[in-house]
């Protein structure tokens, strides 16, 4: 993992549009209660293990958006939080080990809080028209990743069908994933 790519900046925010708002994640506001909350539910905590107390929460938001590495994130629907979102930088990430990441690619971290909105294509409907806003928004990024849990199959369903390509399996540290891939 190399800790600083030279000359590349954080993870941008998206403007994706079209009823959906992607925005920082606010440690001062409500945001960790939400977070709290979602990552508490089984079908998140499950594959996140971050069911942390609201206060750890704060912190985390915090950390990251003082960083370079991770940009968290809250998308709205139509004005509703549906979404806990974390953009991150793949070369400045754990899964930098496990293929050739460059500079500007992309990952995304994505969990959908509300048990009553899965399997709904609330995922599938948001990835094409985000990772395009992404691209939009760093013209050097090539690709945009996930690494989802390979138990993880409804994810993995969402994700291809969403226009990622499976790329193998990769070993990290708390989970064997499935590396997905949409390249520019």
């Known amino acids: 993992m ?23 994640a606010d440690p001062g506001g409500t945001d960790p209660d939400l977070l709290h909350r979602w990552m508490r539910s089984p079908h998140v905590a499950e594959h996140w293990r971050q069911a942390w107390p609201r206060a750890r929460w704060e912190r985390e938001l915090r950390d990251q958006l003082g960083g370079v590495h991770s940009l968290p994130c809250v998308v709205e629907r139509d004005g509703v939080p549906v979404l806990y979102l974390e953009v991150y930088r793949a070369a400045r990430d754990r899964v930098a080990a496990c293929y050739p990441a460059r500079p500007h690619d992309l990952g995304l971290h994505v969990a959908v809080g509300d048990p009553a909105r899965t399997g709904r294509g609330l995922v599938r409907s948001l990835l094409p028209p985000l990772t395009d806003a992404l691209f939009a ?48």
């Open 2 to 24: 190399d800790a600083d790519p030279p000359a590349v900046p954080p993870p941008p925010l998206p403007d994706v549009g079209g009823g959906w708002l992607v925005r920082r």
């Open 137 to 184: 928004a760093d013209p050097e990024c090539t690709r945009v990743i996930l690494e989802p849990d390979v138990r993880n199959e409804r994810a993995i369903r969402s994700f291809t069908a969403a226009g990622f390509t499976p790329a193998g399996e990769i070993s990290l540290p708390d989970k064997t994933a499935l590396l997905v891939v949409r390249a520019r």
